[in-house]
């Protein structure tokens, strides 16, 4: 009997080795379409899309309500425009986004990208089942209790005060300053020297107190997160992790750098330089999981606000009736003073609030996607926050003009468009989400609103959790 059975098992087992086989042959050797668009052969799968339109998220009354809110998260997918309905002060749903002006992506449509579905019935889209990932979650959902910072807390804006932030674990700290809330007409006038016509009309705007960042982010701060030093540090000291630390480990991180992103120009108290938009979102995720308070990029017309800081002229520091370029030397880095590279952040004089380098030194991504005549719809009317909410990737705003700007670009109320044109000289396939290549590309400063912000309207500031997921894809396989 024993033989029996033995002699059976062999022929099972030569049956199944030449069934094996006969696969093999069949199928050849090319590999399945996910290893493909590993190694940049193929994008991701095309799909159907509409002409993308600007979708803007604004309050047409005066400053009673709030920040109308859409369901979904706008995406940042290259090349994928969606679908938008545009409504004055309200949105159905937010698309997902593709390089290009909206001219360029009404010629030549993408693909489209499904938005993010809501965050409490998906805690991390993309993940597996039963898997919290909280890159893919709106930070306020998760955010762990703050850390102990006295001076940071309060309740209404007469209990603000600016405030020291030190990273645990790292001998890295940063200051915020407090913004009040209040009034401003946001663009130029008319007259302004060397005015450009996306500053106008002027409008009057209603912005929330906030704390912003004294500086910029330095590369001290980013590579904490930007190359895990972070986690690299505990690592090397055998500190055992904490419950915290796991949450924050898990926010998604940049794939490596492929050249150096300071450009030789000097790292240690310098202000970061070329990092996405998304990248800079993401890093106010990490940057709230790590200290417990909610962090963000400032919408631009928040940036603006603070900038002028109560000012009505072309600079901060400048009179009403003139464009005083005799004082710009005192309060920012620009091209004829610079020597060709960025500087130090904090060396130049500060802005009536306490701001340091809001003109020059490098340029600061805003929240918002550039519109050209964004500001027309305002005109004669108080809006409450405004936000352009992206619906492409390109283009973006920056604000503050850099190093190696002239002048004029400094302006309080100067305006950058982002284009593809920063990410050029990317030799990887795909590019990279998470890096620009030119010298002259963004910085960014945080903010953080005085009061955290319910659900739908943080989902606003988030990044692109299905971009990130896309690229973690392609890049599958690669070091």
């Known amino acids: 009997m024993t033989s029996v059975i033995g002699k059976r098992h062999v022929v099972q087992a030569s049956v199944l080795l030449a069934l094996a ?28 899309s509409a002409p993308d339109t600007p979708a803007t998220f604004e309050e047409e009354a005066p400053v009673e309500g709030g920040l109308p809110l859409p369901e979904q998260i706008p995406g940042e997918a290259e090349e994928t425009p969606g679908e938008v309905t545009e409504v004055p002060g309200e949105a159905e749903e937010i698309p997902g986004e593709s390089e290009g002006t909206p001219s360029e992506a009404e010629e030549a449509p993408g693909e489209t990208v499904e938005a993010p579905q809501e965050a409490e019935e998906t805690p991390g889209e993309g993940a597996a089942a039963g898997e919290f990932d909280p890159s893919g979650v709106p930070t306020v959902v998760w955010m762990p209790e703050p850390i102990g910072v006295p001076e940071s807390a309060a309740k209404q804006e007469a209990d603000m005060k600016p405030y020291t932030e030190e990273i645990a674990g790292a001998e890295v700290k940063f200051e915020m300053v407090v913004i009040p809330g209040g009034k401003f ?32 982010v330095t590369w001290d701060e980013y590579e904490l997160w930007g190359l895990g030093l972070d986690q690299q540090r505990r690592e090397i000291m055998r500190v055992k992790s904490t419950k915290r630390d796991e949450l924050v480990d898990s926010i998604s991180q940049p794939t490596k750098p492929y050249s150096d992103m300071t450009f030789g120009m000097g ?34 017309a928040e940036w603006e606000y603070a900038c002028r800081a109560n000012t009505t002229a072309a600079y901060s520091f ?14 920012a880095w620009h091209f004829d003073n610079s020597d060709d590279k960025y500087h130090k952040v904090g060396q130049k004089k500060p802005n009536p609030w306490g701001l340091h380098d809001m003109h020059g030194n490098v340029s600061e991504w805003a929240l918002d996607k550039y519109v050209p005549d964004y500001y027309q719809q305002f005109a004669g009317k108080t809006t409450t926050r405004p936000l352009a909410v992206p619906t492409t990737l390109y283009p973006r705003v920056a604000r503050g003009g850099c190093w190696d700007d002239d002048p004029h670009k400094l302006r309080s109320a100067a305006r950058t468009a982002s284009s593809k044109d920063w990410r050029m000289q990317d030799p990887q396939i795909p590019r990279s989400i998470w890096y620009n290549t030119e010298i002259y590309c963004p910085g960014f400063r945080v903010v953080r609103p005085l009061k955290v912000p319910e659900v739908k309207e943080a989902k606003l500031y988030e990044p692109d959790y299905k971009a990130v997921q896309e690229y973690k894809e392609a890049q599958a396989g690669k070091e």
């Open 267 to 300: 790292k240690s108290g310098y202000p970061v330089i070329c990092m996405s938009q998304l990248a800079a979102r993401m890093y106010c995720k990490w940057l709230s999981a790590k200290t417990g308070r909610f962090y963000r990029l400032p919408t631009e």
């Open 318 to 331: 400048a009179a009403p009736d003139k464009l005083d370029d005799n004082k710009l030397d005192d309060y």
């Open 185 to 216: 007409m946001m663009g130029s006038p008319d007259d302004e020297a060397e005015r450009k016509d996306d500053e106008g009309p002027q409008h009057e705007v209603a912005i929330d107190p906030f704390w912003m960042g004294k500086c910029e």
């Open 21 to 48: 086989l006969t696969a093999v042959l069949l199928v050849g050797c090319t590999p399945p379409a996910s290893d493909q668009r590993a190694h940049g052969r193929l994008g991701p799968p095309a799909t159907t």
